[in-house]
């Protein structure tokens, strides 16, 4: 009964920022060993890798948000944030948290997740 939570959604002017939580809890050891990620998806649209952290610390992230987005893992607290800075229209979509005990978790690709958020929109205006 992994449950991985969002927050930290809105709408935000272009420019503007946004930090995403995702709490994660039901099961038994350290979120240590979780690899996490972040994945989006608007309207009509396939649903995309954004950022991902591995269990060992190794991140990855998307070239359209690199120098712009930070994805961290709290441990102690059982959450994934994202940082998002410089936000663009573009940027605008429903924002999966994403959780994983495979050895591909922390990676870009969808598959290589078990566990996912109920979303949280993020909407960036012009």
């Known amino acids: 009964q992994v449950q991985l939570v969002e927050s930290g959604g809105g709408s935000v002017q272009a420019g503007g920022s946004l930090r995403l939580s995702c709490a994660a809890s039901?099961?038994?050891?350290?979120?240590?060993?979780?690899?996490m990620g972040w994945f989006r998806q608007a309207p009509g649209k396939e649903r995309e890798g954004v950022a991902g952290?591995?269990?060992?610390?190794?991140?990855n992230y998307a070239d359209f948000v690199k120098g712009r987005f930070t994805i961290s893992k709290d441990n102690a607290k059982d959450t994934l944030y994202l940082q998002m800075n410089s936000l663009k229209p573009e940027d605008t979509g429903m924002y999966y948290c994403?959780?994983?005990?495979?050895?591909?978790?922390?990676?870009?690709?969808?598959?290589?997740?078990?566990?996912w958020g109920q979303g949280t929109q993020v909407t960036v205006s012009s």
């Open positions: 994403a959780g994983g005990f495979t050895h591909g978790a922390g990676r870009l690709n969808r598959y290589d997740y078990n566990y």
């Open positions: 039901g099961y038994s050891y350290s979120s240590y060993y979780m690899g």
């Open positions: 952290i591995a269990s060992d610390g190794i991140t």
